[in-house]
Structure formats: structure tokens, C-alpha cells
T-cell receptor
Framework: SAVISQKPSRDICQRGTSLTIQCQVD?????MFWYRQQPGQSLTLIAT?????????ESGFVIDKFPISRPNLTFSTLTVSNMSPEDSSIYLC???????????FGQGTRLTVV | AQSVTQLDSQVPVFEEAPVELRCNYS??????LFWYVQYPNQGLQLLLK??????LVKGINGFEAEFNKSQTSFHLRKPSVHISDTAEYFC????????????FGSGTKLNVKP
């Protein structure tokens, strides 16, 4: 299994500012995933973070808005840039271990933009 | 592309009653199937998964699910629920060829009443 720690667990931010969310995994993984869970909705994949290369973004998400870093095999950050109230969501970090096929999730970062 | 449909956004049930949470999926390829549970202010926890073999899968906390290929369904069941089962439940699929990407349903909130 994997233990995933996310920081911060929650934050309230002013519109127009940026927030960087950190994700730390207790084992080395090739890919890390960032999801968004908007209020009352399901999880939507934002991007896949690969160590040593640029992140791969899903349709509807762009690097300028959600820049991602992946400096090593156990850590990643997601930045939510130039925030608006529509960015208020829970952001979750996830990993899949080898061929385990099971996705493990952090506890999420609850972001409120005012 | 895969899609997951959870028809019931909310399911109220009395304690010790049976419950079924419905999940249907559509996919042009073979998939793995999962049910996750999310307790308030927490991340997602795996309940059970179907990879291959027996179509009846047993998970944690007394939950089970049955894979029905002809109906493309993966309904979750529990014969007797507890107050502590109150949570949101998400059905998810991943592509057998690209099992790192998960696609989630919109979630079902299970509200167990005393």
C-alpha cells in the first residue's frame, strides 16, 4: 500500500492569488496524479505528473493555470494559479503502485477561494 | 473513452437494512472496476475491486459487488448497514491497457438512519 500526505489540508485564499499544494508519498512511484473534486461532484483527473518530464494534462486543464512540479519519485506539487471562486474544490493527489491497479489517495486539500 | 454512471445521488436507509448502490459503465475496452468510500473530510479508501475471475467480489466492512458484463454493471451491496457506513461511495473504472487512469462516477451519498 501507499501512504500519501498532502499539505495543506485546507486553506482559504483571496481571488487572484496562487496556492501550492504538496504531495508526499512513502514509496517511489513513476507517476503521480492530481484530481479535482468540485462541490457535490465526482473526481476529475487534472494531470499526470511524471518524474523528469513535463506533466500531461487532461482536456480542459492547462499548465498555466495548474503548473505541476515533480522533482523526485516521492514528491509532487500542484499550484492553482490566479484563483477564482470557481476553483474552490478539493484537490487530491493519487498514485498507483506498479501493477497493483489500485489507486491510493491523499486526504485531500480543501480550497476555498473568496 | 470510459464513463461511469451512478444513478442514485443519495440513498437513505435505516440501520440494519440491506442496501444496493448502482453503478453502470461504458467502455470500448476491457476495464478494471472499483468501489471507493469517502468519509467526511477524508480521502478515498478502496472498498473492493474486480480485476478478473469470480464476478462476485467481497470487500472490506461487509460490502460486496457483482460484475455483470452483459449489463455493464458493478453494483455494490451490503446485507445489513450500520450508522458508520454513512459516507459517499464512488464507482470507478480503469482501462486494462492504461490502468493508471481512473474514471469516477458522480458518487452516491449513503445516509444510514437509526
Amino acid at each position: 500500500s501507499a501512504v500519501i500526505s498532502q499539505k495543506p489540508s485546507r486553506d482559504i485564499c483571496q481571488r487572484g492569488t496562487s496556492l501550492t499544494i504538496q504531495c508526499q508519498v512513502d514509496s517511489q512511484v513513476t507517476m503521480m496524479f492530481w484530481y479535482r473534486q468540485q462541490p457535490g461532484q465526482s473526481l476529475t483527473l487534472i494531470a499526470t505528473a511524471n518524474q523528469g518530464s513535463e506533466a500531461t494534462y487532461e482536456s480542459g486543464f492547462v499548465i498555466d493555470k495548474f503548473p505541476i512540479s515533480r522533482p523526485n519519485l516521492t514528491f509532487s506539487t500542484l499550484t492553482v494559479s490566479n484563483m477564482s471562486p470557481e476553483d474552490s474544490s478539493i484537490y487530491l493527489c493519487s498514485v498507483v503502485l506498479g501493477t497493483n491497479t489500485e489507486a491510493f489517495f491523499g486526504q485531500g486539500t480543501r480550497l476555498t477561494v473568496v | 473513452a470510459q464513463s461511469v454512471t451512478q444513478l442514485d445521488s443519495q440513498v437513505p436507509v435505516f440501520e440494519e437494512a440491506p442496501v444496493e448502490l448502482r453503478c453502470n459503465y461504458s467502455s470500448s475496452v476491457s476495464v478494471y472496476l472499483f468501489w471507493y468510500v469517502q468519509y467526511p473530510n477524508q480521502g478515498l479508501q478502496l472498498l473492493l475491486k474486480y480485476l478478473s475471475g469470480s464476478t462476485l467480489v467481497k470487500g472490506i466492512n461487509g460490502f460486496e459487488a457483482e460484475f455483470n458484463k452483459s449489463q455493464t454493471s458493478f453494483h455494490l451491496r451490503k446485507p445489513s448497514v450500520h450508522i458508520s457506513d454513512t459516507a459517499e461511495y464512488f464507482c470507478a473504472v480503469s482501462d486494462r491497457e492504461d490502468f493508471n487512469k481512473f474514471y469516477f462516477g458522480s458518487g452516491t451519498k449513503l445516509n444510514v438512519k437509526p
